[in-house]
């Protein structure tokens, strides 16, 4: 507490100069599209960027599905990477400000024994007539959980060793930032590529459910919103909320 009090009060010392400005946001629509719609309003320009680009992501989906359900999977880890990646990064400069050792190394270790854990389990449940064929495979699924704990029991071991004095709590708070992290990252994408196993149906029915109730929650509140959702994000409607909410269930019905 003492810690954490004296770095606010450096904080509170520094001149406006000393705190770095914000970048301003930037404009990445490409440029043939800008010139394409340079004489519509704002407005109606905003409307056919997220239209064009809405149908070249979903095409785009659309050719992943044709490549199959091991893409699908590349594609699952990668966002689940990316998502880990953006979650453990802010935990980082957290950390990073007071000079300590070994968060982000250990955040990757750890993602690793986790995914093996899950995965592991994976390919003993879905290919164990494949495992039984070759003997090496035999005994990491024999033992794989006590690899598995051996792993995490190494990671926990270079945490406690990384522990520097007077920033303890700090320490286990990051300690639980990546757990915390791990599991909202890990373990979804895991129930998703389970689901991928089970058959294709139960992987694009949620995703479709939720790629429909987004454009059509923005086509209701472009076209018929005026009451704001919440002040977090102004441009929210409750017109393009339930019209979103309706179009999605009805959607649910035609395609299941």
């Not at 990445?28 to 070249?56: D, F, Q, V, Y």
Request: with cysteine; proline share 4%; aromatic share 20%.
């Amino acid at each position: 507490e003492v810690d954490l009090e004296e770095r606010l009060h450096e904080l509170d010392l520094r001149s406006d100069s000393d705190i770095p400005d914000v970048p301003p946001p930037t404009d990445s629509t490409p440029e043939i599209l800008k010139k394409a719609l340079s004489g519509l309003s704002a407005r109606w320009k905003n409307w056919w960027i997220r239209g064009i680009l809405s149908l070249a992501m979903i095409s785009g989906f659309f050719l992943i599905i044709y490549l199959g359900s091991f893409m699908l999977m590349l594609l699952v880890l990668s966002i689940q990477v990316k998502c880990y990646h953006e979650i453990i990064t802010i935990g980082y400069r957290v950390y990073h400000s007071y000079d300590l050792p070994w968060f982000r190394s250990l955040s990757w270790y750890f993602l690793l024994c986790v995914n093996y854990f899950f995965y592991g389990e994976t390919v003993a449940d879905y290919f164990a007539t494949f495992v039984q064929r070759r003997e090496q495979l035999q005994f990491l699924i024999r033992y794989h959980r006590f690899i598995s704990f051996a792993l995490y029991l190494t990671g926990f071991c270079m945490f406690v060793l990384s522990l520097v004095k007077k920033h303890y709590r700090l320490q286990f708070y990051m300690f639980a930032w990546t757990h915390v992290t791990l599991l909202i990252t890990v373990t979804q994408s895991h129930l998703v590529i389970q689901n991928l196993f089970e058959g294709m149906i139960w992987f694009l029915v949620p995703i479709s459910s939720v790629i429909c109730n987004d454009i059509t929650a923005y086509i209701f509140g472009f076209f018929f919103g005026r009451t704001p959702l919440i002040k977090l994000s102004p441009k929210k409607t409750w017109e393009g909320f339930i019209g979103g909410f309706f179009s999605t269930v009805v959607f649910g019905f035609i395609v299941s």
